[in-house]
């Protein structure tokens, strides 16, 4: 019979172990963090200035919401008294011909309650303001244009003198149009 060697065990080295497992485990969260990475779109993070302003931004918008309310644009064709099989229609051909406009919200256009008076109709300054700030600002610049003082209205909101005072809210807002250099 041959003879079998006998080979002592050598001792676990638990410390050399660990050591491996460590850096196996380092290579794995550098791969890991470099896939994410990979996977992550890249975009700047903003500025704490800018987080503000968005706050900011975010907290009027919900005011002007709260205050006035917003309609679909089947609401408008209801308020309305439209008979149309398509009641968002109205509301889409009042937008088309610069009557009314709409703010985006999550996904949706929503019109602005001001704009309308009580018979769900569109208020016969909106296209005026319009016409004249319309292209100089981003639908929701333009609704909060209208819930905002305004040095020009002696800090009313023009929003305020809609139905009372009407051409001095446009008068206001040629004034807000007009190029200035400083």
Known sequence: MAKQEHRA??????????RVVDTRRHAMQQ???????AMTPAATVPLPPQVLQARRNAAARDALLREFGAMTSTQIGENAGSKSPNR????HRWKSDGRIFAVPRRGANYFPG???????????????IIRILGDKRAPWELALWF????????????????????SSVVIAAEREAEDRLF
């Open 9 to 18: 065990k050598a001792p676990l080295n638990v410390e050399a172990l660990g």
């Open 31 to 37: 791969q890991m963090e470099q896939m994410i990475n």
């Open 88 to 91: 968002a229609a109205l509301a």
């Open 114 to 128: 001001f704009q309308f008076d009580e018979d769900g109709q569109p208020l016969e300054v909106i296209p005026q």
């Open 147 to 166: 819930t905002a003082n305004n040095g020009w209205l002696g800090a009313q909101r023009p929003v305020d003198l809609l139905v009372d005072d009407p």
